[in-house]
């Protein structure tokens, strides 16, 4: 399912143009679950458009934990591939309103830009196979909203990023690069309900393929709130205000990078995701519009692997790699201008 975070009736909106969400429904289908999911989560356009730009920093660190196999079979069973890791992961993005104005009914017609960008320091020791010690993802789209009637608004989204095994610009090649746009139809079914769905198109198996898009925002919001959002990767979170200024959550995380690459002759897409829970306090200072958070707790689940740029490769079924559970840390900012 793919999900689109958009808050048309308040002064800003969140929006990726496509990330599809695959559960796990048996081992055998696990892997064929994660290609898919690193295809699609990867080609996302993502970016936030507020009434003020906004500016977020952060640093991820992952512990060391066991390099796992996970077989091909109903009944299969993990088993150490051999090796351990870590990973450190530095993230940023500025995203920038040019244009904003609302209607009647308080719903914007809106222009912005947005620019991410990560780097991810792998640090493997003693694994099976040779694996990619770097990662750099530099990302940068344009998104359009504007009402259609009363009960309807249209998104669309057109952007580009730079996947690498690297960062020496002059090593850059087009098959380290990856478009992708798509347009959204949204009914505001309540004031804190909104669906809608739509088509994405993206560059990620080296052609234009085309997937829907769903979407879905609800939205709590008390001093208990309730959020679901792939603003930024994946962020479900259900915490407290302890007033104005801090705020503390119990958040689960899903994020990643990915580099488009060539290994022995033939296009790969190697991907490092992980997702993450822990207790997650927010601290707002003042006025300023500056805020400090951190999260401590595991890294459920990371797999990092390569696999093949081709539609056959998205739905085989073999076998997977991961690391196992391991303690995980962040912190950064958030500043609006």
Known sequence: MSLIKCHLSKKFCSVPIVANICIQITPKQHFTVMRIITIIFFAAVVFSMEAKAQISLKTEYIGTSDYMYLPDS?????????????????????????????????????????????????????????????????????????PISKKWSMMASIGGGIFTPFTDFSKIRWKNVLG??????????????????????NSSLGYPMVFPALYLNWRLDRKFKVNVSLADGVDLSAGY???????????????????????????????????????????????????????????AYRPVQYSDRTLKAMFASSGSYYFRVSPYASAGIRFGL
């Open 74 to 146: 109903e009944d299969a069973k993990p088993e150490k591939a051999g090796g351990r890791g870590s990973s450190v992961v530095y993230q940023g993005s500025a995203n920038i309103p040019f244009y904003m104005k609302k209607n009647e009914n308080n719903r914007p017609t809106a222009w912005g830009i947005g620019i991410s960008a990560a780097y991810a320091s792998l640090d493997n020791q003693d694994l099976p196979i040779d694996m990619v010690s770097e990662i750099m993802n530099l990302q940068l789209g344009i998104l359009h909203i504007r």
């Open 241 to 299: 205000e302890f007033g104005e200024y801090f705020k503390l959550a119990l958040a689960f995380e899903m994020s990643g990078q990915m580099a488009l690459l060539e290994r022995d002759g033939k296009d790969m897409i190697f991907s490092h995701q992980y997702m993450v829970t822990g207790l997650r306090p927010e601290v707002r200072i003042g006025k300023t519009g500056l805020s400090i958070f951190v999260m401590g707790g595991i890294s």
């Open 180 to 201: 992708s746009g798509g347009v959204i139809f949204i009914w505001h079914l309540r004031p804190n309900l909104d669906l809608g769905g739509g088509v994405a198109v």
